[in-house]
C-alpha cells in the first residue's frame, strides 16, 4: 500500500505561482507512474500532469501546457507540480495519485483516473482574480 500526502497548496493572485509536493510512504516509488488531477467545485475530477517512472516522460493537459511542470525525485519518493501563470479557473483541489497498473508509457493511459491505484487526500489551490 502506498500512502499519498500532498502539501503546498494555498491561496494566491492571479499571476503567481505555487509548488505541489506529494510524498510517497513507499520506499518502491520508482515503480509507480505519478499524476496530478483537479477538481473543481461543481466539476469532475480531471487530469493535469502525469511523469514517468524515471521521470523522462511528461504529459499534460491543454490547458497548463508551458505553465505548470511535473518532475519528481525518486531519492525522496516526492513527485512535484510546479504552477506558474496561475488563473482563477486553476482554483480547484489538486490530487496526486500513483500507478503500478502499466509496464509501458502511453499518454492516454495516464489520464484515466482508473488507471491509478493509490491516491492523496488533495491540497486546495485558489487563485483570485
Known amino acids: 500500500q502506498v500512502q499519498l500526502v500532498e502539501s503546498g497548496g494555498g491561496l494566491v493572485q492571479a499571476g503567481g505561482s505555487l509548488r505541489l509536493s506529494c510524498a510517497a510512504s513507499r520506499a518502491t516509488f520508482s515503480n509507480y507512474v505519478m499524476g496530478w488531477f483537479r477538481q473543481a467545485p461543481g466539476k469532475e475530477r480531471e487530469f493535469v500532469a502525469a511523469?514517468?517512472?524515471?521521470?523522462?516522460?511528461?504529459h499534460y493537459r491543454d490547458s497548463v501546457k508551458g505553465r505548470f511542470t511535473i518532475s519528481r525525485d525518486n531519492a525522496k519518493n516526492t513527485v512535484y507540480l510546479q504552477l506558474n501563470s496561475l488563473k482563477p479557473e486553476d482554483t480547484a483541489v489538486y490530487y496526486c495519485a500513483a500507478s503500478s497498473r502499466d509496464s509501458v508509457w502511453s499518454n492516454l493511459n495516464t489520464e484515466y483516473e482508473n488507471n491509478y491505484n493509490h491516491w492523496g487526500q488533495g491540497t486546495q489551490v485558489t487563485v483570485s482574480s
Open positions: 511523469i514517468s517512472w524515471g521521470g523522462a516522460l511528461t
